[in-house]
């Protein structure tokens, strides 16, 4: 079953910034939709940014302007910039990609998250 891994979260200042990256663990086919999810403390998991197979990105309001999301396909990676970090932004960030299964349906892979903390 292949995993993604998720790099690059940490603790980082407000105003700071910080890129996420995610890799799957071997070889997914057919991707379409790459993205971020994040849960906060109390919260529940929202959608962050997604970047469509044909390059349309879409991003939660709150986010607008201060993150981008972006993808390599020849790596099969989804990056997120993340700059002008707020304490609001706190939470776990998890990859995901919208990929063929092993019988050819669409689903979603996840990763285990990467905790992102802003924080004086």
């Known amino acids: 079953q292949v995993q993604l891994v998720e790099s690059g979260g940490g603790l980082v200042q407000p105003g700071g910034s910080l890129r996420l990256s995610c890799a799957p663990s071997?070889?997914?086919?057919?991707?379409?939709?790459m993205g971020w999810y994040r849960q906060a403390p109390g919260k529940q998991r929202e959608l962050v940014a997604f970047?469509?197979?044909?390059?349309?990105?879409n991003y939660t309001d709150s986010v607008l302007g201060r993150f981008t999301v972006s993808r390599d396909d020849a790596k099969s990676t989804v990056s997120l910039q993340m700059n002008s970090l707020k304490p609001e932004d706190t939470a776990v960030y998890y990859c995901?990609?919208?990929?063929?299964?092993?019988?050819?349906?669409?689903?979603?892979?996840w990763g285990k998250g990467t905790l992102v903390t802003v924080s004086s």
């Open positions: 995901f990609m919208s990929a063929a299964s092993p019988t050819w349906s669409i689903i979603k892979y």
């Open positions: 970047i469509t197979h044909g390059g349309e990105t």
């Open positions: 071997g070889i997914l086919y057919s991707i379409t939709n």
